[in-house]
């Protein structure tokens, strides 16, 4: 079993930039695909971005060309830069892990581990 917690999240203008951090203990990160889901106010949680353990990366297309996520194996992290933001991007943010094959980017809200959120406030 792996256990993650977030870090990162804050209060940015539109326009301004974040970047979340995810540490993995308990398990080493290299067993998991990786993913960043997120839970606007009053809406179900959504989908943001994924690396598979060979790096393959998926992101929704609200994200796209603003996101990055990224892996430190070595480190037992898994980030997610977070440029131009908007605030539609308002949201408690979730780090989670699954079992997955080499190439999986997995993007269902299913994963195997949860961290306990950050949240993430984009003011205009």
């Known amino acids: 079993q792996v256990q993650l917690v977030e870090s990162g999240g804050g209060l940015v203008q539109a326009g301004g930039a974040l970047r979340l951090s995810c540490a993995a203990s308990?398990?080493?990160?290299?067993?998991?695909?990786m993913g960043w889901f997120r839970q606007p106010p009053g809406k179900e949680r959504e989908f943001v971005a994924a690396?598979?353990?060979?790096?393959?990366?998926y992101y929704v297309d609200s994200v796209k060309g603003r996101f990055t996520i990224s892996r430190d194996d070595p480190k037992n992290t898994v980030y997610l830069q977070m440029n131009s933001l908007k605030p539609e991007d308002t949201a408690v943010y979730y780090c989670?892990?699954?079992?997955?094959?080499?190439?999986?980017?997995?993007?269902?809200?299913?994963?195997?581990?949860w961290g306990q959120g950050t949240q993430v406030t984009v003011s205009s």
């Open positions: 989670a892990a699954e079992i997955a094959s080499w190439n999986m980017v997995p993007r269902r809200n299913d994963y195997d581990f």
């Open positions: 308990g398990r080493t990160l290299n067993s998991y695909a």
């Open positions: 690396i598979s353990r060979s790096g393959i990366t």
